[in-house]
């Protein structure tokens, strides 16, 4: 629903940079993009719990605390009102980050597994309920960083530190896809992973972006 409300944006951008004036495309979709805005935040924000419900349905709100309300603030055109940003990176902050990357899911919750271990089954059931995800640190850090400002740059910089701690654990001289929800948080997963790559790269370049800025 967020990179729905996003692209409308983005589109309307383009189309007033680029397009005809007077475009009707502008009218139309201006209209379109405040009733998805609006209804956004009627459907998925929860005043009791500070953040954002993970999805809706039939049933009503699901609010399991897990890090896709981050990309929902993280989208260059966000949903999501600047003054209510903070208090979702809050409970970010107290429930999902860990030192090697951020919880799929809460430690506080009756699913969670914090430990990639078991069958087959049980280490399926771990992977989408308390296993980390090192990728999820490129949206965190520049929802932290639009948030809090400089004073983000030491913990950013811890963040991607304890890594290169891990090099020689999982797979030698790589990144591993995911890690133990629990400390001491042991790799798992891809021995060399893509994502989990790209995702603490994105985080050192924010840094050195933000030393430039």
């Given at each position: ?48 719990a500070g953040c954002l419900a993970d999805y809706v ?34 409970v970010v902050d107290n429930e999902l980050v860990t ?10 919750d009756a699913k969670y597994k914090g430990v990639y ?97």
């Amino acid at each position: 629903n967020a990179f729905w409300y996003n692209a409308i944006c983005f589109a309307i951008e383009m189309e007033r940079k680029y397009g005809p004036k007077n475009s009707l495309f502008i009218t139309k979709w201006e209209a379109i993009r405040d009733l998805v805005k609006g209804s956004y935040i009627q459907k998925f924000w929860n005043e009791k719990a500070g953040c954002l419900a993970d999805y809706v349905d039939n049933n009503g709100q699901n609010m399991d605390i897990r890090p896709n309300q981050l990309l929902a603030i993280a989208v260059p055109y966000s949903p999501v009102d600047d003054e209510l940003q903070p208090s979702i990176l809050r409970v970010v902050d107290n429930e999902l980050v860990t030192s090697r990357g951020i919880r799929t899911l809460s430690p506080r919750d009756a699913k969670y597994k914090g430990v990639y271990d078991g069958t087959q089954i049980e280490r399926d059931l771990a992977y989408h309920q308390g296993c980390t995800r090192p990728w999820i640190l490129e949206p965190y850090a520049i929802v932290s960083f639009k948030i809090k400002g400089p004073s983000f740059r030491k913990k950013a910089e811890w963040l991607i530190e304890g890594f290169y701690d891990d090099l020689g654990k999982h797979g030698v001289g790589a990144f591993s896809e995911l890690y133990d929800g629990d400390p001491p948080h042991e790799p798992h997963g891809a021995i060399s992973s893509a994502l989990s790559t790209a995702g603490l790269l994105s985080v050192e370049h924010l840094l050195e972006k933000f030393k430039e800025d």
